[in-house]
């Protein structure tokens, strides 16, 4: 028999708040309501205030991406600026034009011609402070300066980089905050689904559990095989395994019927379940924070039928250095 699967992430979580009180709102009737007045009540002032948590990680997370992008051009650009007037220098030294012990002023070392190579903002953050300081004090020195670029040039391009990781910094407190707030919420969450779902179960009960679980989905409750249960068309529509090209399952994959606008995540085998569905030719998508969407335009739905998707996931390729 098919068992329950409570929510395990904020989407689920969402979904099964936001299913419950559309359902609720959209019944005329309050006597076909499965809820007790006192679990409305309850739903009535949780599920908004959740959405509104939610839409702050959202938005939070948005501006911590917009500002990622920009940060890395910002670095990208302030290492090819730092690294080039340290290579103006140590070219400088080879032509004779500067002396070996001029190194010392950038922190390098004297009887090395090497330059650091900047891949990390702590790098780019060390060495661009290093450079910048170690050309004022050669050039207080009586140095002739370096032109190629100047100084003047790469301050700018330091300090973009700078104010951009300190904003950067910021952002992602106020995201971490966010999250935080949503976390502490989980638990009475949680206590208000198992409630829902209990209380459902308890209404639509009356003796046929397939029948129950057909209109205890309706109202958001999530049912997936027990182990070693074959699934049956009664109860399924749609299923699948998520994983990579060498069949290692993924757990936590996002699984979207885009027409249906319902979701689902996948379990540590990779598994996921989807209700009975309307007949129809629906577009599947799957995402996972760190590998590539898969779309999967075309699925057909049939009635008294199970479809099975098997979707493999790509790991996102690695930005090439700079």
Avoid: C
């Avoid at 749609?238 to 290692?248: N, Q, S």
């Avoid at 989807?274 to 030719?281: H, K, R, S």
């Amino acid at each position: 028999m098919p068992r329950r699967r409570l929510p395990r992430t904020n989407d689920e979580r969402n979904a099964a708040l936001t299913r419950a009180k559309e359902r609720k709102d959209d019944t005329v009737d309050p006597t076909l309501i499965p809820y007790t007045s006192a679990t409305i009540t309850k739903l009535d002032l949780a599920q908004p205030q959740y959405v509104l948590k939610l839409g702050k990680v959202a938005a939070a997370l948005s501006q911590q991406a917009d500002s990622t992008a920009k940060v890395t051009e910002w670095r990208t650009l302030a290492s090819y600026f730092v690294a080039d007037m340290l290579e103006a220098m140590q070219r400088a030294v080879r032509r004779k034009t500067f002396v070996p012990s001029d190194r010392a002023y950038y922190q390098l070392p004297v009887g090395e011609a090497q330059t650091p190579r900047l891949r990390t903002d702590a790098e780019v953050l060390e060495w661009g402070q290093k450079t910048l300081q170690g050309e004022a004090d050669r050039v207080a020195a009586g140095g002739a300066p370096i032109t190629f670029p100047s100084a003047a040039e790469v301050q700018t391009a330091f300090n973009d980089f700078k104010q951009g990781n300190l904003q950067q910094a910021a952002l992602k407190t106020v995201y971490d905050t966010a999250q935080q707030v949503v976390q502490e919420a989980n638990p009475d969450v949680d206590k208000l689904i198992l409630k829902l779902w209990n209380e459902t179960e308890t209404f639509f009960d009356e003796g046929d559990k397939a029948s129950m679980r057909r209109k205890a989905r309706e109202w958001g409750v999530v049912y997936v095989p027990s182990q070693g249960e074959t699934p049956l068309p009664e109860d399924y529509s749609l299923l699948g395994t998520a994983h990579l090209a060498d069949g290692t399952p993924l757990a936590n994959v996002k699984v979207t019927v885009v027409e249906l606008g319902i979701d689902t995540t996948t379990d540590t085998d990779g598994s996921f379940y989807f209700g009975v569905l309307l007949p129809g030719t629906y577009t599947v998508v799957a995402t996972l924070e760190g590998y590539l969407d898969v779309t999967l335009p075309g699925t057909i739905i049939s009635e008294g039928a199970i479809t099975e998707l098997n979707i493999v996931m790509k790991p996102v390729p690695p930005t090439p250095e700079p």
